[in-house]
T-cell receptor
Framework: KAGVTQTPRYLIKTRGQQVTLSCSPISGHRSVSWYQQTPGQGLQFLFEYFSETQRNKGNFPGRFSGRQFSNSRSEMNVSTLELGDSALYLC?????????????FGDGTRLSIL | DAKTTQPNSMESNEEEPVHLPCNHSTISGTDYIHWYRQLPSQGPEYVIHGLTSNVNNRMASLAIAEDRKSSTLILHRATLRDAAVYYCILLRETSGSRLTFGEGTQLTVNP
């Protein structure tokens, strides 16, 4: 069974640009969550999508947005990139989300802002 | 979410059992106990979760104290690949899918 796939693995951008990251969940999983991980702040929740609808949102500015497609694949977009956006962006999928289910993570996209 | 407390680091020898403790004295009755781990340069990996009863899976066992104020993750035979940071977290219905990791326990496995 294929795991969660995130593309690209590495990305270098400059300030002011925008970026789109992609996540393909495990087949059959309908919930996709996005996280930002940095050495200083640790793992921070961005948002969760379920059946193409954003179900939960963390405390990030509106520059961070996402969407989910009918096949449960998800994309995350960051506009007007700032130096502080340099981080590992992780995607996790689960059957239908929730507190009593495991989440399965991809290996992330490492975004570097110059 | 309720807070958990874990040792900063632990050391083990290869092929020996490892017991990773987690204290959660403010746990509520409906909080699930989850364990994840993260190897260097990889995304977090789900290990195990439970509510009240002990749980076993192919990766590990989870032993939950009778009062649920503590739990122990048991790796039955440590391998070098088990060297990672282990996170114990509590999730309740209001958490949804939102995971928040603390400092975790850095496990070192000696060959």
């Amino acid at each position: 069974k294929a795991g969660v796939t995130q593309t690209p693995r590495y990305l270098i951008k400059t300030r002011g640009q925008q970026v789109t990251l992609s996540c393909s969940p495990i087949s059959g999983h309908r919930s996709v969550s996005w996280y930002q991980q940095t050495p200083g702040q640790g793992l921070q929740f961005l948002f969760e999508y379920f059946s193409e609808t954003q179900r939960n949102k963390g405390n990030f500015p509106g520059r961070f947005s996402g969407r989910q497609f009918s096949n449960s694949r998800s994309e995350m977009n960051v506009s007007t990139l700032e130096l502080g956006d340099s981080a590992l962006y992780l995607c996790a999928s689960s059957l239908w989300g929730g507190f009593n289910q495991p989440q399965h993570f991809g290996d992330g996209t490492r975004l570097s802002i110059l | 979410d309720a807070k958990t407390t874990q040792p900063n680091s632990m050391e083990s020898n290869e092929e020996e059992p490892v017991h990773l403790p987690c204290n959660h004295s403010t746990i509520s009755g409906t909080d699930y106990i989850h364990w994840y781990r993260q190897l260097p340069s990889q995304g977090p990996e789900y290990v195990i979760h439970g509510l009240t009863s002990n749980v076993n899976n192919r990766m590990a066992s989870l032993a939950i104290a009778e009062d649920r104020k503590s739990s122990t993750l048991i790796l039955h035979r440590a391998t070098l690949r088990d060297a990672a940071v282990y996170y114990c977290i509590l999730l309740r219905e209001t958490s949804g899918s939102r995971l928040t990791f603390g400092e975790g326990t850095q496990l070192t496995v000696n060959p």
